[in-house]
Nanobody, 124 residues
Framework: QVQLVESGGGLVQAGGSLRLSCAATGRTFSSYTMGWFRQAPGKDRVFVAAIARSGGNTYYTDYEKGRFTISRDNAKNTVYLQMNSLKPEDTAVYYC?????????????????WGQGTQVTVSS
């Protein structure tokens, strides 16, 4: 089992950057595919990015590609989401999640563990 705690959210102006972190407890962090999701008020939780166990493969939606970068440090049990060129429509609660599945899990039900979320607000 793994527990996840996100940090790094906050208020930023449009065009700015934020770096989210997700710290995991447990000794098996490197055995999980890690993902980031976001949920805007009144909307479903949607996939943002995922990274393979070794960090060798990363996956994004077209919306985030080129602006967001997911990375992980297995020695520190931490996954990151660097977000650049932020837009007001990026405003949401961002969740870190861990999946036992290989490949490119992108659905909420493909992830087994979730953090509590961190708020990102982008002002125009």
């Amino acid at each position: 089992q793994v527990q996840l705690v996100e940090s790094g959210g906050g208020l930023v102006q449009a065009g700015g950057s934020l770096r989210l972190s997700c710290a995991a407890t447990g000794r098996t962090f490197s055995s999980y595919t890690m993902g980031w999701f976001r949920q805007a008020p009144g909307k479903d939780r949607v996939f943002v990015a995922a990274i393979a166990r070794s960090g060798g493969n990363t996956y994004y939606t077209d919306y985030e590609k080129g602006r967001f970068t997911i990375s992980r440090d297995n020695a520190k049990n931490t996954v990151y989401l660097q977000m650049n060129s932020l837009k007001p429509e990026d405003t949401a609660v961002y969740y870190c999640a861990a999946s036992n599945r290989l490949g490119r899990p992108s659905r909420v039900d493909e992830y087994d563990y979730w953090g509590q979320g961190t708020q990102v607000t982008v002002s125009s």
